[in-house]
């Protein structure tokens, strides 16, 4: 039984698209062809012609057929085939051959199923794990699994899992813990693996790929992809199905080890993952529900979870264009008004792993929230306009989903330093405030996208649960981004004592505004959160003014002094006056 064969995987693929393209030929020419010939009739010289054409077509799909057949086989027991040739011995002479061996193999477990069914005992299942472990050597044969499998059909392959299952505890429902799953491989494992080889070679029809997931209970679901290695496409229908539930039905009376079997095939694949959030916009929802991994009673399952995170939402994972899909559905879905992430019953991810690192994350994507905010507050600087998808994102959904994640204190600092790190990548201060046309716009366009930031992260701050003085330190900090670039970027200071000078500077002038606001919250001034804003703007102006002459630069004129202080005004003052309400009263 089998043969030894060599494929070279890129050369089989590209022969088996030209046989493709050479029956669409024949195809799109056979019936022109025939009917010419029938009207010609006994004129026609070359009846022989028209047997080759189908003797041609058959033979470019039996042979198509029979190499499609090899590679499916031969991926299945190769996973990681790359350039070059790959040889194998595989398990049967042909496909026919295959599905006839799985179909064959199929019989001897329904009988032992049957039997279990009537006496249920300890020796009956024996002989039903007997059965399937006598198709282990032939699985990779994805023909052969597809014949079992069809041979089986759906309803004994699942009754199968629910016997195992039946004395197990509320299994099939929430799936089992990890060491259970392990011992279930003995037995069940090689049915897991035909469903997905099969299903991998695209051999499973639709009343598998879809009566079954949507029919099958979640604890065998999820068995059966812990129990064999499952396709991305596999994975992420069982997520759909496990995660889709209403997140009662999860209620931590017993360990929610359905979320555990997913967390740990994402951690495998983060691929996966990252195609699940960006495909299906309402995953991130479901996935990140705040109380999603807290209350699965699974110990360690959030830090778990984090770490599939990482994998598959960090700058250099998978693909750019599918990871910014998966970014825009995350920012709408935890920013979306009425967010579980923003207080409510179900409370906050405060100290949470996932927290932060969703905030280290997402820095690439301040540029496109800043921008955001920017065509809110500035509609006539088009340059500064968002690119597609993020045109669409409300910038109330980004402030929010900055909200949830400033929850907690370390993802709150990690976003500060981006916004910090944003701002001074903008490199404004090559673009002085007050030039030529050319040098005006760029400075507008920069100075826009930091004050975006800016808006971002004090829109964002309102829903911080964080003392006052934690918080007044924050508004002190973020108040300062739209005019640290000057300190830092306006003037290249080689002089590391000058360089420190002006950091402390900029230190000095944070904590006067964090002693402004702190008198505000204690109420110690008759000051209005109107007139605190206002006096920030001004002693940022102020500030850059005294920065210009320590620096031997040329000073605003009041004029200018004036322009400064509006554009300062009309940057961040709204999102100010909103921050000081919120917390002060």
């Known amino acids: 039984m089998g043969e030894f064969v060599g494929i070279d995987p890129n050369r089989a693929e590209q022969l088996m698209r030209e046989m493709e393209g050479g029956k669409d030929v024949l195809g799109r ?59 194998v011995f595989l398990p049967f002479d042909s496909e026919a051959e295959a599905a006839r061996q799985g179909k064959g193999d199929a019989k001897p477990i329904a009988d032992a199923l049957k039997q279990h069914e009537i006496e249920s005992s300890i020796e009956t299942w024996r002989k039903v794990t007997a059965a399937t472990a006598a198709t282990k050597e032939k699985l990779n044969d994805p023909a052969y ?7 089986l059909g759906p309803d004994k392959f699942r009754a199968l899992f ?45 009343e598998w790929r879809g009566k079954f997931m949507e029919s099958t209970q979640p604890g065998v679901l999820t068995a059966m992809i812990a129990m064999a290695k499952p396709s991305s ?34 951690n495998a694949d983060p691929q996966a993952l990252q195609t699940l959030l960006a495909d299906n916009k309402d995953a991130a929802g479901w996935l990140l529900h705040p109380q999603r991994a807290r209350m699965s009673g699974v110990a360690g399952l959030e830090a778990k ?29 935890m920013g979306a008004e009425n967010s579980p992430w923003i207080g409510g019953s179900w409370g906050t991810i405060k100290d949470s792993p996932i927290s932060e690192t969703l905030a280290k994350n997402v820095a690439p994507y301040l540029d496109q929230l800043a921008r955001g905010q920017s065509k809110r507050d500035s509609p006539e600087l088009k340059s500064a306009f968002p690119t597609s998808p993020w045109d669409t994102l409300a910038p109330d959904d980004a402030s929010r989903f900055m909200g949830g994640l400033m929850q907690d204190k ?66 002190a900090g973020v108040a300062l981004l ?30 006067g505004l964090k002693g402004m606001i702190t008198d505000y919250f204690d109420k110690k001034t008759p000051a209005t ?52 309400k919120q917390r002060g009263g």
């Open 29 to 87: 020419t056979r019936h022109g062809l025939e009917a010419a010939i029938a009207e010609a009739g006994p004129a026609w010289t070359g009846p022989a012609g028209v047997a080759a054409m189908h003797r041609s077509w058959a033979f470019f799909d039996e042979t198509q057929r029979d190499l499609k057949w090899r590679m499916d086989t031969l991926k299945q027991m190769v996973p990681s085939s790359g350039n070059g040739l790959l040889s």
């Open 145 to 151: 699994a597809a014949a079992l499998l069809n041979a």
């Open 162 to 206: 629910m016997h195992w299952m039946k004395d197990k505890g509320p299994a099939m429902d929430k799936g089992l813990p990890p060491a259970v799953l392990q011992q279930g491989r003995e037995s069940l494992g090689p049915l897991a693996e035909a469903y997905a080889n099969a299903e991998r070679a695209g051999r499973l029809g639709e």
């Open 233 to 266: 496409r596999l994975l992420n229908q069982v997520a759909l199905r496990v995660l889709g539930r209403p997140l009662g039905a999860d209620l931590p009376t017993s360990p929610n080890w359905n979320l555990n079997a997913l967390v740990e095939a994402y």
């Open 305 to 333: 979870l984090a770490g599939a995170l990482d994998k598959a939402l960090n700058p250099n994972a998978g693909t750019a264009s599918v990871r910014d899909r998966a970014w825009f559905n995350i920012i709408r879905g």
């Open 410 to 475: 370390d993802a709150a600092n990690i976003l500060m330093k981006a916004s910090q790190d944003y701002t001074l990548g903008l490199d404004i201060g090559r673009f002085r405030p007050f030039g030529d046309e050319a040098t005006q716009d760029q400075y507008t366009s920069r100075a826009a996208l930091a004050g975006g930031a800016a808006n971002l992260m004090l829109s964002g701050s309102t829903h911080a649960e964080w003392t006052d003085d934690e918080y007044a330190d924050w508004l």
């Open 482 to 511: 739209p005019v640290s670039w000057l300190s830092n970027r306006y003037w290249p200071i080689q002089d590391a004592n000058v360089a420190t000078a002006r950091d402390v500077g900029l230190d000095e002038a944070k904590d």
């Open 529 to 580: 959160a109107e007139s605190v804003a206002e006096s920030i703007v001004q002693r940022q102006t102020q500030w850059v003014n005294e920065s210009l002459n320590e620096h031997g630069q040329k000073p605003l004129t009041n004029a200018q002094r004036n322009e400064v202080r509006m554009a300062f005004r009309g940057r961040i003052y709204d999102a100010l006056v909103k921050a000081l």
